[in-house]
């Protein structure tokens, strides 16, 4: 939210009170205390009516530093906090001189000046990572006319029911240095560096073409090495260098805001602290690494057509791994109801059975939300399980789905009772959830534990996810429980996967997917898909083909739509040049990406243990390389195979091969690296090359392995 009118000035209506001074200082259990009024102290009589802040340096792991900024501290919201884990052997050192005082937790220290001005510097080894100097802290009074406080994220009708007219604002800033960048704050559609940007962290149903996000998460990555995450649930409005242009301001609602520097020195190493503190990517199956094929959303299906569908596959010898029943196979005007439909699907039993037996993994979709007609709806709310108004009555709207009421996860009964439903449908026969929906919680509501409103709006989507996930876990065991869930939040990552949400089918949408998930793999989040041609629209055979490839060589891969059919041959004349159908590409990188799973695995599991993601942004793995700053159409996939999509029909793509020998993976040419290709290509290749020194574990069709080096 920007306060501010030029350098000088605020804004009208704006009252702005910053700390000036760094007046005392304690340092007593690993916790540096300072007080700082909002004005230079030179009298006694100065002490008098004057606002002060309170801000508290502690560290909860090494290499990380938790500035915590209190006005009032008997309003400071402490509710909006995420749930992070501290390392409980881990002993910060705290101390107090004439000069200041300094934290020091390993990798990271803080060193704050004694007096005037305010000067918070975040250091290591090498130098000085990002200060806080001048202005940079404040308490913001607002006036209930201000122009400032205007709807910030658009008007979806339920973001925040009266939120706009907050009247206290903390907010804190930190340097950008020169050529410094900005990635991450989720699962972010635009520009892949954010500075320039304004960020609202609320999430949002508003497709991938929008400013809005599925997954918003308050934490930046810097490539000069350090992350910094704003440890609060509701709305955090970041300006990376959009209103003070030195800057990132980040900004939220309340008299307390509590951000943590997380050191590096490399991008990979922020990650690994961040997963550390936030929670680690999960396991996922191997099967999961396969095709999954949907019968897409308002399409008519039946076991018929699912065989159909499954026939046609095998005849083309396009393997497939997973087949996913999206919203249908419940009755319409009944979701969530957790019952296929009869007229549809007399036999889901057998079905499933007759499915698995082929070889199958079966996928079914959910949401959270209850339809009146729904039976659960009567259930929910004679025991208590819907979330209600202030007045006790249940909230219902029909947006999505008519009279539909939200299950109140803050209930350990109704969770359970959800739960119950999953866990049915599991002993069915399905082994994965897609967990669709999450992101429209109003604010306003009264939750079962009393939970902070605003909180929720973020916080439901963990709660429901874990509650799904949990399920998995209990019923497939650990390594087995796979969701394909669209929305999260700050430590959603720990119940993978997630995919990219309502696309639309073009070159223009592809791309902007593709940048989504590359600002979620630098927001913490290892395992990442996107609806093969776009949901939305039929995609031209041409955009189909291509996105194919790059599907195929995405972390994890599914061909869904919205009103129709996703299955190849669809996007056929019967005229192609033989290799150039869409059959025979699905064919050819379906099996690309099979003989991969070795290698694919090995990436997983260390996702699992470091935070690394499967799809990586080029400057996590080349930070020393000026050139991948900027790179957002091409990417390393696991740490030795580079991929650079193709995002014209004509097969025209240009790229950057960083310094070393790289091996193409088609024709093993050799070259050396350390600039831009401009290559054109058919829609059986894209570029694909394997790092100097790599070895690349492979499957065969018959399941031999057998090594591929760089």
Not at 435 to 457: C, K, N
Request: overall charge negative.
């Amino acid at each position: 939210m920007k306060f501010t009118d030029g350098f000088w000035q605020l804004r009208p209506g704006v009252d702005a009170l910053y700390a000036q001074e760094a007046r005392d200082l304690t340092a007593q259990e690993g916790e540096l205390t300072v007080w700082a009024p909002t004005r230079v102290i030179a009298s006694r009589g100065d002490t008098l009516n004057r606002p002060m802040l309170t801000v508290s340096l502690a560290s909860p792991a090494e290499g990380v530093i938790r500035v915590r900024i209190e006005h009032h501290r008997g309003a400071a919201g402490a509710g909006r906090a995420f749930a992070l884990d501290a390392d409980p052997a881990h002993r910060a050192e705290a101390r107090v001189d004439d000069d200041g005082g300094v934290l020091d937790a390993g990798a990271l220290w803080a060193r704050i000046r004694r007096g005037a001005p305010w000067e918070l510097s975040f250091e290591h080894d090498g130098g000085v990572y990002t200060t806080s100097g001048h202005r940079s802290i404040g308490s913001i009074a607002l006036a209930s006319h201000a122009a400032v406080v205007a709807e910030p994220v658009g008007s979806d009708g339920i973001s925040r029911e009266g939120k706009a007219e907050a009247a206290n604002y903390i907010h804190a800033q930190l340097s950008l240095d020169v050529g410094e960048l900005i990635y991450g704050l989720g699962e972010r559609f635009g520009p892949f560096v954010k500075n320039g940007q304004t960020v609202d962290v609320w999430n949002s149903d508003g497709g991938t073409s929008s400013e809005q996000s599925y997954k918003s998460i308050p934490f930046y990555l810097s490539n000069r090495g350090y992350g910094v995450l704003v440890n609060d649930a509701g709305h955090v409005s970041f300006e990376v260098g959009s209103e003070a242009v030195e800057q990132v301001q980040f900004s939220v609602a309340g008299e307390r805001l509590e951000f943590f520097v997380i050191a590096g020195p490399t991008p990979a190493e922020v990650l690994d602290r961040y997963t550390r503190l936030t929670g680690r990517p999960a396991r996922v199956p191997d099967w999961s690494y396969g095709l999954w094929l949907s019968t897409s959303f308002t399409t008519d299906y039946d076991e018929a057509t699912v065989n159909g569908f499954i026939d046609g596959m095998d005849q083309r010898d396009i393997p497939l791994e997973v087949f996913h029943f999206d919203c249908f196979w419940m009755r319409e005007f009944h979701w969530t109801d957790f019952e296929w439909d009869p007229a549809v699907f007399p036999d889901p039993e057998g079905m499933l059975a007759r499915l698995h037996e082929r070889g199958l993994r079966v996928s079914t979709w959910v949401n959270p939300y209850i339809a009146q007609r729904s039976r659960l709806f009567d259930e929910g709310m004679e025991h208590g399980y819907l979330v209600r108004r202030p007045d006790g009555s249940v909230f219902q709207w029909d947006l999505w789905q008519a009279g539909m009421a939200l299950v109140d996860f803050t209930n350990p009964e109704a969770t359970a009772w959800f739960q119950g439903y999953i866990r049915r449908l599991l002993r069915q026969g399905v082994d994965a959830v897609k967990t669709d929906f999450g992101e429209r919680i109003p604010t306003g509501l009264a939750w079962h534990d009393g939970s902070d409103a605003e909180a929720m709006h973020h916080r439901y989507t963990h709660l429901y996810n874990r509650a799904v996930f949990d399920v998995l876990v209990e019923e497939r065991g650990e390594g087995e429980a796979v969701l394909f869930a669209r929305s999260a939040t700050t430590g959603g990552q720990s119940m993978p996967v997630h995919w990219g949400g309502d696309n639309s089918s073009s070159f223009v949408s592809m791309a902007e997917s593709l940048r989504g998930g590359l600002s979620l793999a630098l927001s913490g989040f290892g395992f990442w898909s996107h609806d093969i041609g776009g949901f939305e629209g039929d995609p031209d055979p041409a955009v189909f083909k291509r996105w194919l490839a790059f599907g195929l060589l995405s972390s994890h891969s599914r061909l869904h739509g919205s009103t129709n059919y996703r299955v190849p041959w669809a996007f056929d004349t019967g005229g192609e040049e033989p290799g150039q159908s869409a059959v025979d590409v699905a064919r050819a990188f379906t099996k690309l990406k099979r003989s991969l799973r070795p290698y694919l695995v090995a990436a997983g599991e260390e996702a699992h243990r470091s935070g690394r993601p499967i799809m990586r942004p080029m400057v996590l793995e080349f930070p020393d390389d000026p050139a991948a700053g900027h790179l957002d159409r091409q990417y390393m996939l696991g740490p030795d195979l580079l991929v650079a999509p193709v995002f014209t029909a004509a097969g025209d793509v240009e790229y950057y091969l960083p310094r070393g020998r790289w091996t193409n993976w088609f024709t093993r040419e050799q070259v050396q690296g350390g600039g831009w290709r401009r290559e054109t290509h058919a829609f059986d290749t894209v570029p694909l090359w394997i790092r100097e020194g790599a070895v690349i574990p492979v499957s065969g069709e018959d399941g031999v392995r057998s090594e591929v080096r760089g």
